[in-house]
């Protein structure tokens, strides 16, 4: 998408952004009807715009000229065109590791496949750089401390061991964080307790998982903030996130990388420490004190001097 944006410039279709964000996010100005168009695509996204253009201006309450001006002010050729980018985006959203495996095969075959693997997450790493606003980190760390409740962090099949490490960050900077883990009927129950005071920070990247995004949507419902982890085709919980963070995922893999999620989780984590003002040394001292009176770590603590008097030392 070329920025910024002018009265009567066209954005770019081959742009990497989502058409959700050219509709968004832009600097287009649309005409009244044109914004009726835009807002019926957004209010069921992207179904809206995979029926007929005829069939979309229904939906809007404007005519078919208003229709084909929108997605000509938008950069397509034509209706055609614009639904090719809608299902494109739709199908790389759906996309399994069965199948992107064949399409990645030859670039892990050879002697030289794991350093083409580790160039692309590097690359993968750079455009995640690029995708988020420093001020939503800031946003985010500000709903971080400004909640007075609970802190859930929730995950799915994979990306909950992401939500398992901000955890264990969290725990050290501030009291009440609780990791949901592999959510069950008992943890959808937690909904019935939870409100404005608490906060819920969700992982979840492309093949979304149904469970995480019903539980991230029924706790908005009852007010809780949310900050969303994703991937640059947005998970749905990202319609009611107060907060989304994208990481790019395409890796030179049939599987997608977390590598760059777990680094924006840990750049989260360092800005977090310049928000407390070193209120959190109190709480790191005391958790330390906790640790080494229990051994918790080798080499201090109880445990360790029983360890050595059993060895003879």
Known sequence: MKSPLHEGQAADPAAPSSLRDLLTHSDLRFTPSEEKVVQAVLADYPVAGLGTATSLARRAGVSDPTVVRLVAKLGFDGFSAFQARLLAEVE??????????????????????V?????????????????????????????LFEAKGEVFVLGGRFSRNVAGMLASYLVQLRPRV????????????????????????????RRYQSD????????????????????????PIAEVAEVTLIAEGEAGSPFDTL???????????????????????????????VRTENGVTIGAGPQNERMERDDGI
């Open 92 to 113: 790389a959203r759906l996309q399994s590791p069965l199948l992107m495996m064949e399409a990645k095969r030859d670039s892990l075959s050879g002697d030289s496949g």
């Open 115 to 143: 350093t083409r693997y580790l160039r692309s997450v590097g690359a993968a790493l750079e455009r995640t750089e690029s995708l988020v606003p420093i001020q939503l980190y800031d946003r985010a760390c500000r709903l």
């Open 178 to 205: 609780v990791d949901l883990g592999r959510l069950t009927g008992d943890e959808f129950d937690r909904l019935v307790d939870l409100g404005r005071r608490d906060l819920l920070i969700v992982f979840d990247y």
């Open 212 to 235: 995480v995004v019903a539980f991230a949507r029924q706790a908005a419902g009852r007010g809780v903030p949310v900050i969303l982890f994703t991937d640059p085709w947005r998970s």
């Open 259 to 289: 590598a760059p999620a777990v680094a924006q989780m840990e750049a989260l984590v360092a800005q977090a420490l310049g928000h407390t003002k070193g209120q959190e040394r109190r709480r790191m001292e005391a958790l330390e004190r």
